[in-house]
């Protein structure tokens, strides 16, 4: 195998090759499996984790965990709730293990207040609960007193392994000393929530976690879907042109929504003294047991037993594109540290013949793709590497964030070390990342000639179509306009 020499700056952009090394780039994670299909509830779609580039919190890490895929924004009467009985979980790694030393788990609950209405006259006068989940506008302009279904959630601090776990403590609003949090609804309509961007901001909360001297911050609820992509042609034998213009404007997903838990932390709460590198991935757990009843006589579900994992994400594309069809159930059940049982679908990735079959350009030829599997695995030595062995995403804390408009959609191999993929920020183009590194933009062109081709899905991603601030992920899209 031949690796021309490298710089830091393009060594780093190693990590990006592992996420496109089976089929083509597509939707980040977005019904990546086939047992994930019948639960959107509890399917991850998106992981970020970036230094915070909001002006004076560069102190501060973000995290972004992306549920729910493919919101309409129509989507009523009863829209997108999480699930009440999942267990939703960020995990961080500090000490080069592979396994969780801190664990922050949502869980979340509904409660529905059953407004009913009046509907008749004298004797035949009947109160009857209605069918929608408001009975009139709410919001700032109006407080709440006409939304039929308040969703609150709780965040859980467990430490330790999460088989044997050491500690499990609850997160507090320290305004409220309390454990549960506030989460907006979903975006009904703008007669409904008539300035959702101020109902949404007012559910900002700080967040206190226990063993961490300062306060950090924290938002759950509907979020503008925050990947960009070229979904149906990608899926469509590539049915679009990869050497186009990066900038075409083709990602189908703008008219969609996600739900997002998003937490902003201390970076030295995050790292417990155990040096700059954290690693860290989202997964979903649902009770292991549930039966149905007949709705009459029991509840419609029950749902018991231990808790199951059902889906994980860390780096994007990873199941979707990179594990094979008949593991890929397995993968979103399994954990980091047992990540070299599927070191196959990196050593010999597919995607670069696929290319080559249908565009004509020369795939790499070298099989193991051992540069691929020593970044896939562990991390790239001198930037984010921590030791450890597993599918995670790695962000080095003592790296300065880039402010928003000086990102390189590029990341890394763009020359913005702050970037993709030492972490993840929204404004990263890892379908562009990804598929130039697949194709051999680290590798000689004797080996490699098509490598440095600026591959591209044709929907361009960056930074200045979020916000500068948290929770940094735009509101969601209405499910109708002002009719006014």
């Known amino acids: 195998m031949i690796i021309r020499p490298l710089s830091l700056t393009l060594v780093v952009v190693l990590v990006a090759g592992l996420l496109g090394v089976a089929a083509p780039a597509a939707a980040s994670s977005h019904r990546e499996a086939p047992g994930i299909l019948g639960s959107p509830q509890v399917d991850g779609t998106d992981f970020y984790m970036f ?5 004076g919190r560069d102190g501060y890490v973000t995290l972004i965990a992306n549920y729910n895929p493919l919101q309409d924004a129509y989507g009523g009467p009863n829209y997108f709730p999480l699930d009440p009985d999942a267990a939703y979980d960020i995990h961080i790694s500090n000490d080069g293990d592979a396994i969780e030393d801190i664990t922050f788990r949502f869980r979340v609950a509904e409660e529905t207040k059953n407004i009913a209405l009046e509907v008749g006259e004298g004797a035949n006068t009947a109160t009857v609960a209605i069918p929608l989940q408001n009975a009139g506008p709410f919001g700032p302009f109006f407080g709440n007193g006409a939304l039929n279904t308040v969703r609150r959630y709780r965040v859980s601090v467990i430490r ?44 900002v909360r700080p967040i206190q976690i226990p063993g961490c001297s300062d306060e950090g911050r924290v ?128 050593t010999n990735p597919t995607l670069p013949e696929l290319l080559e079959i249908l565009f004509g350009v020369t795939a790499p030829n070298l099989f193991p793709r051992e540069d691929l599997i020593q970044v896939f695995l562990t991390g790239v030595p001198g930037l984010n590497d921590d030791g450890s062995v597993g599918e995670m995403m790695r962000l080095n804390t003592a790296i300065p964030p880039t402010p928003r408009a000086q990102q390189n959609n590029l990341g890394v191999i763009g020359g913005d070390l702050a970037g993709y993929p030492n972490g993840r920020r929204p404004g990263d183009d890892t379908v562009d990342i990804s598929l130039r590194a697949v194709m051999g933009v680290l590798l000689d062109e004797t080996v490699a000639p098509s490598g440095q081709l600026p591959y591209t899905d044709g929907a361009d991603q960056n930074a200045m179509q979020f916000g500068d601030a948290f929770p940094y992920l735009n509101n969601p899209l209405p499910g109708s306009p002002n009719s006014e």
């Not at 230094?51 to 002006?55: A, C, F, G, H, V």
């Not at 499990?168 to 409904?192: C, H, Q």
């Not at 925050?226 to 083709?250: I, Q, R, T, W």
């Open 160 to 203: 330790g392994d999460l088989a044997n776990p050491t500690s499990v403590d609850s997160a507090i609003n320290p305004t409220t000393n309390r454990g549960l949090f506030g989460m907006p609804f979903d975006n009904i309509g703008e007669k409904s929530i008539p300035n959702y961007a101020r109902y949404a901001q007012g559910l």
């Open 219 to 346: 938002f759950a609820g509907q979020r503008q879907e925050s990947f960009a992509v070229n979904l149906g042609e990608v899926f469509d034998l590539v049915n679009l042109n990869p050497l186009g213009d990066p900038d075409a404007g083709l990602s189908v997903t703008d008219d969609k929504n996600i739900t997002s838990l998003i937490l902003e932390l201390p970076i030295a709460c995050l790292t417990e003294g155990n040096g700059d590198v954290i690693a860290a991935w989202t997964t979903s757990r649902l009770p292991k047991t549930r039966m149905l009843g007949d709705g009459d006589s029991a509840p419609l579900t029950v749902e018991t037993g231990e808790l199951v994992q059902v889906s994980r994400l860390a780096n994007p594309l990873v199941n979707e594109v990179a594990i094979g069809l008949p593991d890929k159930n397995r993968f979103n059940a399994s954990q980091p540290r047992n990540d070299p049982q599927f070191l196959t679908y990196v």
């Open 51 to 55: 230094r915070s580039y909001e002006p």
